[in-house]
């Protein structure tokens, strides 16, 4: 493959910068994070422009609602953008934690965390990504080129220059966060594949561009994102929490990888269930889309069909399944689940374990909204995203997980 001279360029760049973060000192990442956050603020309405450019243009493009949304900037996003950086500087440093013991010997050896080097994060329409990966790269130790969805395409550019400034004003390279053009899709193609500049590529979007890194990349990637959630109501929930908990999982945050996309109804209590819950989507706009036990109770649901279990709809869209037992629920979890959050609503203990031991996710409740499925809400602050695979990370990705292992050892003419 003939590489594109620029993104060879920015490999280049991004190496150099890596080499010079992985010295730099906590001091210093989190001097240049607080100018990151004073710049962003300074110059909010440079972003807000850019950010209008971006979203007029979506919409022309007749851009789906809940996309829209992740695009769309405020002030208001801006500050909490900027407190959300501010927030990654008081978290303690990944790099350089670990530990030492001493073998028979005499042989020392250490084991501490140091930076990946250089992260590739290919995502869509969400400019708050781009600071995000941004500052928690950075805390890291990691440089990072970024490829956004070509809808954010001006916020991005106003953005990361306005990053790489402000990494630059606190003697870092400005280099240490670059932005991949977005306009033409070979740039997305070349960056899984450009080994020996990029030492992982992160994903995180809907479930055709993971699919898309994770086929196509000659990069180790680490999966994130796509989240077909569901939650069980059994038999013994409380149905009050339970309709409090589907509503929130549901109409929350719709569009995020953590909402919930299908319900799945113990047959022993859908007659008192589901025409509460069915009130409750409609007040609340919600489409349902259910099975032919479910529509006995909810005639007003339009049939589900095998690809709506498939699907993860990022929408004001519920699939709705009425079940005999745990086990069917469990069997369908089994079959449809993308592994990323599940929840199961009941006040038997036996039942619970039973969900938390065979449910194989990254994440697994009882009796909560899989939308806490988070890092801010996990206590880890911000999160690069949701691994849904199972090597290197798992679940939330913070600070921890943007780093690996070296191993230092000491000797005194030790020969085997």
């Known amino acids: 493959m003939e590489f594109k001279p620029e993104l060879i360029t920015l490999g280049q760049h991004a190496k150099q910068a890596a080499r010079a973060l992985m010295s730099a000192g906590t001091e210093g990442k989190n001097a240049a994070l607080h100018n990151i956050a004073g710049t962003l603020k300074e110059y909010a309405q440079e972003i807000l422009t850019a950010n209008a450019v971006d979203v007029k243009r979506a919409e022309e493009k007749g851009l789906k609602k809940s996309l829209l949304s992740r695009l769309t900037l405020t002030p208001k996003q801006i500050d909490g953008i900027c407190d959300g950086v501010r927030d990654v500087i008081q978290l303690p440093d990944p790099v350089g934690r670990g530990e030492m013991w001493t073998r028979p010997n005499g042989l020392r050896i250490e084991k501490i965390s140091v930076p990946l080097g250089v992260i590739g994060i290919i995502y869509e329409a969400r400019p708050n990504v781009t600071v995000d990966a941004a500052a928690l790269c950075l805390k890291s130790g990691n440089a990072c080129l970024l490829r956004g969805g070509s809808e954010a395409a001006e916020s991005n550019k106003v953005l990361v220059r306005l990053i790489a400034k402000a990494i630059s004003d606190a003697g870092l390279p400005s280099a240490s966060v670059q932005l991949v053009p977005a306009g033409d899709r070979v740039y997305a193609e070349q960056l899984m594949r450009l080994n020996g500049y990029v030492d992982v590529i992160i994903p995180r979007g809907g479930a055709g561009l993971i699919q898309s890194v ?145 449910v194989d996710a990254a994440a697994v409740y009882v009796n909560a909204s899989t939308r806490f499925t988070d890092g801010n809400r996990f206590g880890f602050g911000a999160e690069i995203g949701i691994s849904t695979q199972k090597l290197h990370a798992r679940g939330p990705m913070g600070l921890p997980e943007l780093t690996t292992s070296k191993y230092m050892i000491y000797g005194d003419g030790h020969i085997v």
């Open 214 to 358: 994770v086929t196509n990349a000659t990069v180790p990637v680490i999966e994130t994102g796509a989240g077909i959630c569901h939650a069980f109501v059994h038999r013994d929930a409380d149905l009050d929490k339970a309709l409090a908990v589907v509503y929130n999982a549901k109409t929350n945050y719709p569009s995020v990888c953590n909402a919930l996309e299908t319900l799945l109804v113990d047959d022993a209590i859908a007659a008192a269930f589901l025409p509460r819950l069915a009130d409750m989507l409609s007040a609340g706009s919600v489409e349902m889309r259910a099975c032919a036990k479910t529509r006995q109770h909810i005639p007003a649901a339009r049939p589900a069909t095998d690809q709506d279990w498939q699907t993860e709809h990022n929408d004001m869209i519920l699939n709705m399944r009425t079940v005999t037992d745990i086990d069917e629920a469990l069997d369908h979890i089994y079959q449809y689940s993308t592994k990323h959050s599940e929840t199961i609503l009941t006040e038997s203990y036996p039942a619970a374990q039973r969900f938390l031991k065979e």
